[in-house]
């Protein structure tokens, strides 16, 4: 079959783009994570589990590319989403240096398939049609019912079982531009940036905001993000991902494995990432899930961004100040962590939020000469010291700071047992107070001092 060239090809700037493409439930989220060789886009037999684009920088071929996953074409969404849906499917196909267009083996050529072909109609140049789910012989031969199709040839593959993926690339291969810059994986982001929160508080309204485009489906309709999609943007020559997460139900309002999975991946989106942005909706009260989140961060050491979002709602209603007391009443184990009053309908304070996670993010990395970490804990022994325990005093020998993300500190003692929890988090704060780490948490870790008898006599700890 002859080819006309692509009427508007892509311009390279980036890596290339893969858009995967098709009908609901041909295998399009199994075949990206195959091809990523990691568990991306959430699989599952519902139609209509991936609404968002879902992007992933993977190596293909031989070279970096991004592989964009879509929205089923021809979905019946029960949220009335199918425009949304469509609408960034298109956006993937305008913006793709090559198109996946994904058909299923085992059900053979269907009405929808049809619809998705004319769609891709003046897209010729740039598609490879995949038949999807071919893991015998027998279902390979069905490749002769897609030639009506008037793509070629497809290649038959198994995404699920990673059968004749080398196949696919060897046919992708030369749809992709060439280039020094693309011939090795995208380095990786200096910032990922995970927006967590309850269900419908504006994470995607923010991601938008922040890209200058409709990147993400924004809808009325609580937990619209079903999967956790990384969006990669540049900032003043800085290359950052935002994680835009599924929204955090309660456990009884999760229904079915779709909806638990996305949570996981929230969570999972979370340790990954650098900097959480905790993302609260001002026109409602912070309850029992924000704090739930709040403590997940915590228990990870993960720095954390308070983001009120909608906040233009709630002019007149209460101060600035009077909001950031009331969070802090709520929220009692992040009062460190500071607070951002951001609009994504107005764009208000959208770029504060990243020059915030910015600053976070420095801090988490930070190192500290032991000088100076000793003298701060010896300022923080000398306030408060341990309790005596059956007439023994926990001592500090010496401290020294061993890791960053978060900043780490062990303090060698006389005995670990001495020290209570309620000590530790003293020195916590202390340490937050003293050293360049004041927005974000730290651990202190105790170990036992090793010492020998002719030195123990001699010993003397910051309280003699």
């Given at each position: 079959m002859s080819r006309t060239p692509d009427p508007?090809?892509?311009?390279?700037?980036?890596p290339p783009r893969i858009a995967i493409v098709g009908r609901p439930n041909v295998g399009k989220s199994t075949l990206l994570n195959a091809l990523a060789g990691t568990r991306v886009s959430?699989?599952?037999?519902?139609?209509?589990?991936?609404?968002?684009?879902?992007?992933?920088?993977?190596?293909?071929?031989?070279?970096?590319?991004?592989?964009?996953?879509?929205?089923?074409?021809?979905?019946?969404?029960?949220?009335?989403?199918?425009a949304a849906v469509e609408a960034q499917a298109a956006r993937a196909l305008a913006d793709a240096h090559a198109i996946l267009f994904v058909v299923d083996a085992r059900e053979g050529r269907l009405p929808l398939d049809v619809r998705v072909a004319r769609?891709?109609?003046?897209?010729?140049?740039?598609?490879?049609?995949?038949?999807?789910?071919?893991?015998?012989?027998?279902?390979?031969?069905?490749?002769?019912?897609?030639?009506?199709?008037?793509?070629?040839?497809?290649?038959?593959?198994?995404?699920?079982?990673?059968?004749?993926?080398?196949?696919?690339?060897?046919?992708?291969?030369?749809?992709?531009?060439?280039?020094?810059?693309?011939?090795?994986?995208?380095?990786?982001?200096?910032?990922k940036l995970a927006l967590v929160g309850r269900v419908n508080a504006g994470k995607s309204s923010l991601v938008n905001a922040l890209l200058r485009d409709e990147r993400m489906i924004v809808s009325e309709v609580p937990g619209?993000?079903?999967?956790?999609?990384?969006?990669?943007?540049?900032?003043?020559?800085?290359?950052?991902?935002?994680?835009?997460?599924?929204?955090?139900?309660?456990?009884?309002?999760?229904?079915?494995?779709?909806?638990?999975y996305a949570q996981r991946r929230a969570?999972?989106?979370?340790?990954?990432?650098d900097v959480t942005a905790l993302v609260l909706d001002a026109t409602a009260e912070v309850g029992r899930l924000d704090r739930r989140i709040a403590g997940y961060a915590l228990r990870h050491h993960q720095p954390v961004?308070?983001?009120?979002?909608?906040?233009?709602?709630?002019q007149g209603r209460m101060k600035a100040t009077e909001f950031a007391r009331y969070v802090e009443a709520a929220i009692p184990g992040l009062p460190f962590a500071p607070l951002v009053f951001t609009s994504a309908v107005t764009g208000h304070n959208v770029?504060?939020?990243?020059?915030?996670?910015?600053?976070?993010?420095?801090?988490?990395?930070?190192?500290?000469?032991?000088?100076?970490?000793?003298?701060?804990?010896?300022?923080?022994?000398?306030?408060?010291?341990?309790?005596?325990t059956h007439g023994r005093v926990g001592r500090v020998y010496y401290a020294s700071q061993v890791d960053v993300r978060p900043p780490t500190f062990v303090l060698f003692v006389n005995d670990k047992s001495l020290f209570p929890s309620t000590w530790l988090?003293?020195?916590?704060?202390?340490?937050?107070?003293?050293?360049?780490?004041?927005?974000?948490?730290?651990?202190?870790?105790?170990?036992?001092?090793?010492?020998?008898?002719?030195?123990?006599?001699?010993?003397r700890g910051p309280d003699a």
């Amino acid at each position: 079959m002859s080819r006309t060239p692509d009427p508007d090809p892509p311009p390279a700037a980036t890596p290339p783009r893969i858009a995967i493409v098709g009908r609901p439930n041909v295998g399009k989220s199994t075949l990206l994570n195959a091809l990523a060789g990691t568990r991306v886009s959430i699989v599952e037999s519902t139609a209509g589990v991936t609404r968002d684009r879902v992007g992933v920088v993977a190596t293909v071929a031989g070279r970096t590319v991004e592989l964009v996953d879509t929205g089923g074409v021809g979905l019946v969404d029960r949220h009335g989403l199918e425009a949304a849906v469509e609408a960034q499917a298109a956006r993937a196909l305008a913006d793709a240096h090559a198109i996946l267009f994904v058909v299923d083996a085992r059900e053979g050529r269907l009405p929808l398939d049809v619809r998705v072909a004319r769609r891709l109609r003046g897209h010729e140049a740039r598609v490879v049609l995949v038949m999807n789910k071919a893991e015998t012989e027998g279902l390979a031969w069905n490749a002769a019912e897609f030639l009506a199709l008037g793509f070629g040839e497809p290649v038959a593959v198994s995404a699920l079982n990673g059968w004749h993926l080398d196949d696919l690339e060897a046919r992708l291969d030369p749809l992709l531009p060439r280039g020094p810059a693309f011939e090795h994986r995208a380095p990786e982001p200096d910032l990922k940036l995970a927006l967590v929160g309850r269900v419908n508080a504006g994470k995607s309204s923010l991601v938008n905001a922040l890209l200058r485009d409709e990147r993400m489906i924004v809808s009325e309709v609580p937990g619209t993000t079903r999967d956790s999609v990384d969006v990669r943007l540049e900032r003043d020559g800085r290359a950052l991902v935002l994680i835009d997460t599924a929204g955090i139900r309660k456990e009884r309002s999760v229904q079915g494995s779709l909806e638990f999975y996305a949570q996981r991946r929230a969570e999972k989106a979370m340790r990954r990432a650098d900097v959480t942005a905790l993302v609260l909706d001002a026109t409602a009260e912070v309850g029992r899930l924000d704090r739930r989140i709040a403590g997940y961060a915590l228990r990870h050491h993960q720095p954390v961004v308070l983001v009120a979002n909608k906040w233009d709602a709630c002019q007149g209603r209460m101060k600035a100040t009077e909001f950031a007391r009331y969070v802090e009443a709520a929220i009692p184990g992040l009062p460190f962590a500071p607070l951002v009053f951001t609009s994504a309908v107005t764009g208000h304070n959208v770029e504060r939020l990243l020059d915030v996670a910015w600053r976070l993010a420095g801090q988490a990395g930070t190192r500290v000469g032991t000088a100076e970490v000793n003298r701060a804990v010896e300022a923080a022994y000398a306030l408060r010291r341990p309790r005596p325990t059956h007439g023994r005093v926990g001592r500090v020998y010496y401290a020294s700071q061993v890791d960053v993300r978060p900043p780490t500190f062990v303090l060698f003692v006389n005995d670990k047992s001495l020290f209570p929890s309620t000590w530790l988090r003293f020195v916590e704060n202390r340490l937050r107070e003293t050293l360049p780490v004041a927005e974000v948490p730290v651990r202190v870790v105790l170990r036992n001092r090793e010492r020998s008898p002719s030195r123990a006599a001699g010993s003397r700890g910051p309280d003699a």
